[in-house]
């Protein structure tokens, strides 16, 4: 069993910046693609990042290139979300997603999930 743990969500003003983390325990890490997702209510979740096993190939939704960067550990087993110039707009759910596989750059179908930490931007 996979264990995702989120953390770092809060609140902030618009143009500022947080840092998401998220710590896996359970079976090997590096085995996983990761990924964040973010979930508004009533709107479709949104794939923000996510990151291939070995960090070597990211992607990014249009909304957040520029000013979003995921990043990995694997020795740590951990995944991070550094959010800058944030908007009103990111206002959300941020969760922590894994992909079981290799060269998996822009995950599809989780297959573990994190309980989700809230970011909030005020105007």
């Known amino acids: 069993q996979v264990q995702l743990i989120e953390s770092g969500g809060g609140l902030v003003q618009a143009g500022g910046s947080l840092r998401l983390s998220c710590l896996a325990s359970g079976r090997t890490f590096s085995s996983f693609a990761m990924g964040w997702y973010r979930q508004v209510p009533g709107k479709e979740r949104e794939l923000v990042a996510s990151?291939?096993?070995?960090?070597?190939?990211?992607y990014y939704a249009d909304s957040v290139k520029g000013r979003f960067t995921i990043s990995r550990d694997n020795a740590k087993n951990m995944v991070y979300l550094q959010m800058n110039s944030l908007k009103p707009e990111d206002t959300a759910v941020y969760h922590c997603a894994g992909e079981i596989g290799f060269h998996i750059e822009k995950i599809a179908r989780p297959d573990y999930w994190g309980q989700g930490t809230q970011v909030t931007v005020s105007s």
């Open positions: 990151i291939t096993w070995n960090g070597g190939s990211t």
